[in-house]
């Protein structure tokens, strides 16, 4: 029996449902993605979003500005799509240069077409255990559980890596699960003391082959949601050719957690355009 947790084929169920949802609207569903600086790394992660949009009915607005652009041309762009009637959902990818104050222009999308739940609306109430819109790849990792019936209730958990996107924001959505959680850092002395008595591991910390097989225990569940860039190839943080043999089950490094970042996106842009129409 294989141990692998398909993002690919469970985000190929979750678009066709879309497919058929999007299928019956009168008004095409639309979702804005602002892009600052960036560079091939992130244009090519666009990509990926824009052809499952175009998979599904859903039209992708792109706005990419240079690293020169202004601040205010950015936040009053946010401001206009904000009373679009027609965007349903927006985002800005991240990260930003640093010469841009992200928090600020994270919350001028407004809470109900904040469709990456990094608001510090939606943020605040997924730490308060209310219903929200969660981040996209942390709301993916939890479809992926669900799927593979992954047990959270009285787990112990390691968190590898405490970024604004996917470490900070598992902590409390795990913790509202039942899980037991330990969150580990850049300022973790000794993050194998910790992985090694794991019952699930999810590194999302962006550094290759972190994850390595003498840091699991036999029969562990692995999530990777780490990726950097070496050469212009993607890596993952998990060694993935031995720690998947001792793992119970495990997500590859192409066509597990990136599948369902980019379905969540696409199910949050059908939330928000429910939630927008009601």
């Known amino acids: 029996m ?3 947790m398909s993002g690919k084929e469970l985000s190929n169920q979750i678009e066709e449902d879309i497919k058929q949802f999007a299928k019956q609207c009168i008004i095409r569903p639309s979702v804005a993605v602002i892009e600052i600086g960036g560079n091939s790394n992130t244009e090519a992660y666009i990509k ?6 175009n998979r ?6 792109y706005y990419k500005y240079e690293i020169d652009t202004s601040e205010l041309t950015i936040i009053n762009k946010i401001k206009e799509l904000n009373n679009d009637d027609y965007v349903n959902g927006i985002m800005v990818t991240l990260p930003i240069p640093e010469k841009y104050n992200e928090k600020r222009i994270v919350n001028t999308i407004i809470n109900s077409k904040d469709v990456d739940g990094l608001t510090d609306i939606n943020v605040g109430r997924l730490i308060s255990g209310r219903k929200s819109i969660m981040p996209c790849t942390v709301q993916g990792i939890m479809e992926l559980f669900k799927y593979y019936n992954v047990a959270l209730t009285g787990k112990d958990v390691v968190i590898v890596g405490d970024g604004k996107v996917v470490g900070k924001p598992l902590i409390n959505v795990l913790l509202n699960e039942g899980a037991t959680v330990t969150i580990c850092h ?11 008595t794991a019952d699930i591991v999810i590194s999302c910390a962006g550094v290759k082959n972190l994850i390595k097989a003498d840091m699991i225990k036999e029969g562990a569940v692995v999530v990777d949601a780490g990726c950097s860039y070496e050469n212009g190839k993607a890596y993952g943080d998990v060694d993935y050719a031995k720690v998947s043999k001792k793992a119970s089950l495990i997500t590859p490094p192409t066509g597990g957690v990136g599948p369902m970042t980019v379905a969540m996106l696409l199910k949050n842009t059908i ?8």
């Open 56 to 61: 599904v009915g859903i039209y992708l607005r």
């Open 48 to 53: 990926a979003k824009e052809e499952a949009c």
């Open 2 to 4: 294989s141990n692998i």
């Open 186 to 196: 850049s300022k973790t002395v000794d993050i194998k003391k910790h992985t090694l």
């Open 271 to 278: 939330l928000c355009y429910n939630n927008n129409k009601s």
